[in-house]
């Protein structure tokens, strides 16, 4: 069960962490995306959010690992080690990160609320590239587990997307 997406809480742990969403929309489990990497949890377990909004924000303090426009993608860590990655939409590499903004770089520091790039998420959905958002914990070996909330729809910077447990 260590670093796994959970279905519930495990029965013992030291301390849970509640990580806020970083995207508005309706919430989609991994195992429902197309993308098979994500899917058979490649990037570590998270959660899917579908909407049109384009503003990505930042979920907790940290730093950024990686920018990645040509993947629609962010690598962050957290002030306490936590790594996440963020991504737009899947088959999106022959766009070239066109519509894609980050102001952010390698090693930039952020905080909460800190909006971590944009995307034009309308002319994205007309080049075929889905309206979703993934997170997932890249360092989730460390934790006990994962949850995904059981809420239907999220509000980013208000409501828990994930909470890890130590």
């Given at each position: 069960m260590e670093g796994k997406l959970l279905s519930y809480p495990p029965e013992v742990f030291a301390k849970r962490v509640d990580i806020p969403s970083p995207f508005s929309g309706q919430l989609l489990p991994l195992t429902d995306l197309?993308?098979?990497?994500f899917k058979k949890g490649f990037y570590g377990p998270g959660a899917a959010i579908s909407s049109t909004?384009?503003?990505v924000y930042a979920p907790f303090s940290g730093t950024v690992l990686k920018v990645e426009p040509i993947d629609y993608a962010i690598?962050?860590?957290s002030s306490v080690g936590l790594k996440?990655?963020?991504?737009?939409?899947f088959d999106a590499h022959h766009l070239h990160g066109a519509q894609f903004n980050c102001g952010l770089k390698k090693?930039?520091?952020?905080s909460i609320k800190t909006p971590l790039f944009t995307v034009n998420s309308v002319w994205l959905k007309q080049q075929g590239v889905a309206n979703i958002c993934i997170m997932t914990v890249l360092n989730a070996h460390a934790l006990l587990g994962v949850l995904a909330t059981n809420h239907r729809y999220v509000e980013a910077n208000e409501?828990?997307?994930l909470s890890l447990y130590i």
């Open positions: 197309e993308d098979t990497l909004a384009n503003t690598e962050v860590k996440c990655r963020i991504k737009y939409g090693g930039d520091r952020f409501d828990t997307l």
